[in-house]
């Protein structure tokens, strides 16, 4: 199975700050028709998760654009403009190219 | 909008079994393949089944392998997790999730889960 890790485990965030999580794949997550399939969804407490980023960079619908993702291969980036309260939570990245699907252990969001 | 909501969990001994089940509504669910992903108290997440958009393929974890079977009524719009055999390690909160994908799996619509407690 492909191993998914993230870094790092735990990111604490002043309001209005930027913050940047990484995630890499034991496996290059790149289709032969040109697509890499990595993506990212957000657990906030007490829920379940949602998508945010579908094919790493593409925001899923209702997603605000201070949510970006990058990345190509093996290689990919979270990155949240300026955080806000409504943000915390763990953010979990997932392969879905190889079976079977795969998650990274989570990043938890906290705001100082 | 769309709208999964699974039921059937509770506290169940070793050994014995449980069918938890998911009701779609909001779109066309005969459309869409489905899965369970479930969720370890304080864990992350981890696959657990799939099942076809018309029944044809099912896979499964090897966790759970020989022990769970995944079904579909499209005629009731729902999902089904039959688990036997349930070990302790089987405890978490089950969701119950849609795959838009054609080309990857990945889920754009989760329940909110399911929690199931294999305990003596």
């Known amino acids: 199975d492909i191993v998914m890790t993230q870094t790092p485990l735990s990111l604490s965030v002043t309001p209005g700050q930027p913050a940047s999580m990484s995630c890499k794949s034991s496996?290059?997550?790149?289709?032969?028709?040109?697509?890499?399939?990595l993506y990212w969804y957000l657990q906030k407490p007490g829920q379940s998760p949602q998508l945010l980023i579908y094919?790493?960079?593409r925001r899923f619908s209702g997603v605000p654009d201070r949510f970006s993702g990058s990345g190509s291969g093996t290689d990919f980036t979270l990155k949240i403009s300026r955080v806000q309260a409504e943000d915390v939570g763990i953010y979990h990245c997932?392969?879905?190219?190889?079976?079977?699907?795969?998650f990274g252990q989570g990043t938890k969001l906290e705001i100082k | 909008q769309v709208q999964l909501v699974e039921s059937g969990g509770g506290v169940v001994q070793p050994g014995r079994s449980l069918r938890i089940s998911c009701a779609a509504s909001?779109?066309?669910?005969?459309?869409?393949?489905m899965h369970w992903v479930r969720q370890a108290p304080g864990k992350g997440l981890e696959w657990v089944a799939l099942?076809?958009?018309?029944?044809?393929?099912?896979y499964y974890a090897d966790s759970v392998n020989g022990r769970f079977t995944i079904s579909r009524d499209d005629s009731k719009n729902t999902l089904y997790l039959q688990m036997d055999s349930l070990r302790v390690e089987d405890t978490a909160v089950y969701y119950c999730?849609?795959?838009?994908?054609?080309?990857?799996?990945?889920?754009?619509?989760w329940g909110q889960g399911t929690l199931v407690t294999v305990s003596s």
């Open positions: 999730v849609r795959d838009p994908g054609s080309v990857a799996y990945y889920y754009d619509s």
């Open positions: 909001g779109y066309t669910f005969s459309s869409y393949g």
């Open positions: 099942i076809w958009f018309d029944g044809s393929k099912r």
């Open positions: 496996q290059s997550l790149l289709h032969t028709d040109g697509k890499t399939y």
């Open positions: 094919e790493v960079s």
């Open positions: 997932m392969q879905g190219i190889h079976h079977p699907a795969t």
